[in-house]
């Protein structure tokens, strides 16, 4: 069948506008404010082989995961579906992200034809489970994460399953909440179906389904000429999750080889952790959708999305891992594997497409949920915030501020101060980007949001399902790490830490308590002694950084007036330059050491050489070419390495892109970060 471009684009245009409908229906008939207000869903049409054929501003971390829920209930209603049947589901094993972004997949028939599957995938604030907002930083078990649900058909010939229905709403928290947003979303494909049907009476539907073939077609010849004009080779990064199994922190290792070969490309996360009984696992699903949005966002970010553009790549996700995790280990953590993936392809492609990629996003989805029951209003309440955090910077500008990464779409990362107090026992104290949290470079990384958040109700708890508390995003081409996330609780004009950051499970929390919760940095992307004079001194000016890191990180003098003093600056930069500290590396067989699960990268160093560079055991380090991303390990002080000498295994000096007898700038990164009123008090 022949189609003219115009017919073509139309009809293209056309199923988008469809998703764009949908995300309108829901927005205006949902119940939960994570979804009315800060839009934490997303819609797609789907075609019967599973294939996403569009979506519009939709969360990538939802759509491009999606085929895999709908191959499953194909797989099991394929021949069994009639018009009227709804599937739901939100079980992370048959291609889900986490328990509470439940997914409704709503069969479409024409003329008696299987056409299109309308999907919305939404965030239910609540699905049961061991605290208020269900997602755990302790969890040990997908049990305690809430109630899973295998693809069901909730609805069939147009009529509730009310018994399916009924067990579903009896294990969830507000349940009249859960149903409101699950009519919300039936809503929303029942108004795709009507369009459906509109399109296929104007143009048939054989014009229809040539159409979509052919956009997926183009969408996939975009990709390959995009692959192809990568150097063929193999390039590796290697990142971690942080855990705290028996209450002592072990980092996770996640490594990636990225293959190149013509116009296909292998990411292979073979090597990766083995799944645990923590909150840090993922879905096949997620991880292959994280490549699949690294991709095109770093390649083709203009043109629309579809399941064309992932054909050429393949994904290799080793079972029982932390990237493909089994029944019955816990799968809360998909937005932590989802950024350390893209956070790994970061890595590898910054070595030979360093002018399109940016530095390090902000490690995590950041879930805080605070919940319990409110007396004054006697029902039950939750509230999920997930304060957004830095961008990493890139080649032409600083990266966005508390903005949605690349991975989120359109979803609202400052959530209503309104909304939240007119729902919510809550009043939202202070909402701010916190100074200092970029990472600095030549351009900035972006800064993490802080906000300080008042329970007004008794008898409150508080949980955190994060990553990045300790291991911060990264810089490339020499630019560094922006600052972890952090949580904590003013009370009684204390101020409490978590023994394990990052992770918190239905902590306490008094009436009248504050719950401060702040982000994660990006990271910068270049030199920080070559970032522009003048754009220091803004970023003083306007709050972004302190005096003491414009001096200490960017070289620059400023008078007691806060003006520049340009021949000061340049001397501070000379000598900040050369006193930058650095290694001979040596070629090793091996870099890492074995932990209680997983390994992880040594830098093992002469003692003299620790104490001149100020580092001490079981520091975290950066190694650095300032031509890539930079490398992470845990300082080894042993006698036995040579003064001046650096120890590094191949797979290290290609990620680095450099060689034995090459000198290795080494700088120690902090991994205690205390809360922001604390470092105001002691700068006082």
């Not at 009529?159 to 349940?175: E, K, T």
């Not at 969408?219 to 390959?224: G, K, L, T």
């Not at 070629?587 to 699960?597: I, K, P, T, W």
Request: with cysteine; net charge negative; hydrophobic share 40%.
């Amino acid at each position: 069948m022949s189609i003219d471009p115009i017919t073509l684009e139309v009809l293209t245009q056309g199923l988008i506008s469809i998703v764009r409908e949908m995300r309108a229906t829901v927005c205006r008939t949902a119940s939960s404010v994570a979804i009315y207000d800060a839009k934490d869903f997303s819609c797609g049409l789907f075609a019967p082989d599973s294939q996403v054929v569009a979506q519009s501003e939709d969360i990538g971390s939802h759509v491009v995961p999606l085929p895999w829920s709908v191959r499953s209930a194909m797989e099991k209603f394929g021949n069994d579906l009639a018009p009227g049947d709804v599937i739901l589901s939100n079980d992370p094993y048959t291609g889900g992200t986490h328990l509470n972004d439940v997914t409704v997949i709503f069969p479409v028939f024409q003329d008696g034809r299987l056409v299109f599957f309308p999907a919305v995938r939404a965030h239910w604030a609540d699905v049961g489970g061991m605290v208020p907002g269900s997602m755990s930083g302790k969890a040990t078990e997908i049990y305690q994460e809430g109630v899973r649900i295998p693809p069901v058909k909730i609805q069939e010939a147009g009529r509730f399953n009310q018994a399916a229905l009924d067990i579903l709403l009896s294990n969830m928290r507000v349940p009249e909440e859960r149903l409101g947003d699950l009519e919300a979303s039936l809503a929303s494909c029942r108004v795709a179906e009507k369009r459906i049907h509109e399109i296929c009476v104007r143009y048939g539907v054989e014009t229809l389904l040539e159409a979509v073939r052919l956009d997926l077609d183009r969408s996939e010849a975009r990709m390959r000429a995009c692959i192809a004009s990568l150097p063929d080779g193999v390039y590796r990064y290697e990142d971690y999750l942080e855990t705290y199994m028996g209450g002592s922190f072990e980092p996770l290792l996640l490594p990636l080889a990225l293959s190149v070969a013509g116009d296909r490309m292998v990411a292979d996360f073979t090597g990766a952790s083995p799944q645990v009984p923590f909150p840090v696992n993922s879905t096949a699903a997620v991880t292959a959708a994280s490549v699949f949005i690294a991709m095109k966002s770093i390649f083709d970010p203009a043109a629309p999305l579809n399941q064309g553009s992932f054909r050429p790549i393949e994904v290799i996700a080793p079972p029982a891992s932390i990237v493909n995790v089994q029944r019955p280990a816990p799968a809360g953590s998909h937005g932590e594997i989802r950024k350390r993936v893209i956070a790994t392809m970061v890595g590898a492609l910054s070595q030979v497409v360093p002018d399109l990629v940016a530095g390090d996003l902000c490690r995590t989805s950041f879930h805080n949920l605070i919940g319990g029951y409110d007396a004054k209003r006697r029902r039950e309440w939750v509230h999920y915030e997930w304060s957004a955090g830095g961008n990493g910077a890139f080649r032409e500008n600083d990266g966005p501020s508390a903005m949605a990464t690349i991975d989120w779409g359109d979803l609202v990362t400052v959530q209503s101060t309104e909304v939240i107090e007119t729902r919510m026992p809550l009043i939202i104290e202070t909402s701010r980007l916190a100074m200092d949290s970029g990472g600095a470079g030549t351009t900035r990384g972006g800064l993490s949001m802080q906000r300080s958040i008042r329970v007004l109700a008794a008898d409150s708890r508080y949980s955190l399902l994060s990553d990045g508390a300790v291991v911060p995003a990264f810089g490339v081409m020499g630019g560094l790490s922006g600052v972890q996330v952090g949580a904590w609780i003013e009370e009684n004009g204390q101020v409490m830490d978590f023994d394990t950051p990052g992770k918190v499970a239905g902590h306490p929390v008094g009436d009248g308590s504050v719950v401060v919760v702040r982000s994660a940095g990006g990271g910068g992307y270049g030199d920080p002694l070559l970032r522009p004079p003048a754009l220091v001194v803004d970023d003083v000016n306007e709050g972004y950084i302190s005096r003491r890191v414009a001096h200490e990180l960017y070289g620059i003098a400023l008078d007691a007036r806060g003006k520049l003093d340009g021949a000061a600056t340049e001397t501070l930069r000379r000598r900040l330059g050369e006193d930058r500290f650095a290694l001979e590396a040596v070629l090793v067989d091996d870099s890492y050491e074995a932990g209680a699960v997983s390994r992880r990268r040594i830098c093992r160093m002469n003692p003299k050489d620790a104490a001149a560079a100020g580092l001490q055991d079981d520091d975290l380090v950066e190694m650095d070419r300032r031509q890539a991303a930079p490398l992470r390990a845990w300082l080894r002080i042993d006698p036995k390495v040579p003064a001046g000498s650096l120890p590094i295994d191949q797979k290290g000096l290609g990620i680095l892109r450099t060689e034995a007898g090459q000198r290795i700038e080494v700088r120690r990164i902090a991994t205690v970060v205390v809360p922001q009123a604390r470092l105001a008090e002691a700068a006082e």
